[in-house]
């Protein structure tokens, strides 16, 4: 009953408050509208029968119509506005589209007056050729099967050109790099560029200089050898025997090239003369001189002139050197290994020499090769030179060879305690001492030759 009450006296109050608030002055007012105005945000009360709240509430309608008004009219201005700096943001945009693309153009043209006209290719994201190239041009198998050996750095790509050596791929990380370069010489080769990062990853220089190029493997007798050089050279011969260190390779090579040989063979014995070390140590000798690689005793035999003297470098120590004068003064039949200076390693293309080192019980007369020190008088006319590895020493094809071309050891005296020399620094030793003699006697026939003419 309490609770029907309380409701009929909550209907009886709302709807006298309706009727309080429908007759204030002409100015309706709709209480849903004011209750949910309420529950939105505090507001004044409005009290109907005092005319100047009626007044301030209907400013406060003017007012917010005149808001309203106002707010749309700075929303179609604003839609104006933009609309106006659009086409403007447009016009202006195409006009730089037109002036990016002339600039773009006009670069384009700059880049082709400076490069001679060449294109090259940009490498996209994840251009795999780079990586794939170095690291199978590494490799020496594939060097020899397909024919291609790496170059990095702009002396050795710029000597390679010179020299006649055919360009095939050439990866460069800033134009300026290749303009370095005989760009003449480029025409039938692939110019792809790169990023500077790709080719640090991939280039086996501490500071690597931004450019990498892959060639066709030179045919020594097909290369353009300075003239300038070839004419100061001596009829000297170097003969690379079982040179395992790409160091001490380039490094021969390179003391081959300044004491003016007239040509080097290797071994099958040596390592890969393009090999990347050998390459950086030698210096551009490959490009200088011819470098006959992977040779055969016969073959090597047969790259000599026919009137040659072949003599061999003995690395070995003092001590040693008794022994071996002491085991070739005897009249006993000696053996390979007698002899700390000649590989005892058996060759497998050399059957005899098999046989002989599997039998133990049988003798071999080793070559009977005179020692005689490097500053002698050797070098007498075209002369072969033979160097061996630190390893493995000379073969005993070297040792036979010198034999039958009355050859001889060539011993450099070391203090007591030093095993022997690098094989660099020997060959170094040798060949300028070989070059002295050789150009002493070239002199000394010469002004034979010139008083015989003068004076018959």
């Known amino acids: ?41 505090p507001v004044k009360v409005l009290y109907p029968d005092s005319e100047t709240t009626s007044k301030q509430r209907s400013d406060q309608i003017v007012n917010k119509q005149s808001q309203k008004v106002a707010s749309k009219v700075r929303e179609s201005n604003a839609i104006l506005k933009n609309e106006t700096t659009n086409k403007r943001v447009g016009s202006m945009s195409w006009s730089d589209r037109n002036g ?12 082709k007056d400076q490069l001679g006209g060449l294109k090259f290719e940009r490498a996209l994201p994840g251009d795999k050729r780079l990586a794939r190239v170095v690291s199978v041009a590494c490799s020496r198998t594939f060097r020899e099967h397909q024919g291609k050996i790496l170059l990095e750095g702009r002396r050795l790509i710029c000597d390679a050109l010179a020299a006649g050596a055919n360009p095939q791929m050439v990866f460069f990380s800033s134009v300026d790099r290749l303009c370095d370069l005989p ?52 009829p000297l011969s170097l003969i690379c025997d079982n040179v395992r260190d790409p160091g001490n ?50 073959d090597i035999q047969n790259q000599l002139p026919k009137l040659v003297t072949v003599h061999v470098a003995d690395n070995c120590s003092g001590s040693e050197r008794e022994v071996a004068e002491e085991a070739n003064q005897s009249n006993k039949p000696s053996k390979v290994g007698d002899y700390g200076w000649v590989s005892s390693r058996p060759n497998c293309k050399d059957m005899r020499y098999k046989e002989y080192e599997s039998d133990s019980d049988s003798e071999l007369s080793f070559p009977r090769v005179e020692t005689k020190l490097y500053h002698e008088g050797w070098a007498q006319g075209n002369t072969g030179l033979v160097i061996g590895g630190e390893t493995h020493g000379l073969s005993l094809e070297a040792v036979q060879l010198a034999e039958r071309t009355a050859g001889q050891r060539l011993f450099i005296p070391v203090v007591p305690g030093v095993d022997s020399l690098n094989s660099a620094m020997a060959a170094s030793i040798l060949l300028f001492e070989g070059r002295r003699q050789l150009l002493n006697l070239m002199e000394t026939s010469g002004r034979k030759d010139k008083s015989k003419v003068q004076f018959p």
């Open 1 to 41: 009953m309490a609770a029907f009450v309380r409701g009929m006296f909550w209907h009886l109050l709302v709807a006298e408050r309706s009727n309080i608030l429908k007759k204030s002055n002409d100015c309706i007012v709709d209480s849903k509208r004011y209750v949910r105005a309420l529950k939105r945000r």
């Open 100 to 111: 990016n693309a002339s600039s773009t153009s006009e670069h384009t043209t700059n880049l």
């Open 183 to 234: 760009l003449d010489k480029l025409k039938r080769a692939t110019l792809v560029k790169v990023k500077f990062e790709d080719i640090k990853i991939w280039s086996d220089l501490v500071a690597p200089q931004g450019v990498i190029a892959i060639f066709s493997r030179p045919d020594p007798s097909r290369l353009t050898f300075p003239q300038d050089q070839r004419g100061q050279s001596v």
């Open 249 to 298: 390779l380039g490094t021969i090579l390179r003391c081959a090239v300044a004491a003016g040989c007239h040509n080097v063979l290797l071994t099958k014995g040596c390592v890969d003369a393009w090999e990347p070390k050998v390459l950086r140590a030698a210096m551009g000798a490959h490009f200088r001189l011819p470098i006959f690689p992977s040779l055969d005793w016969d």
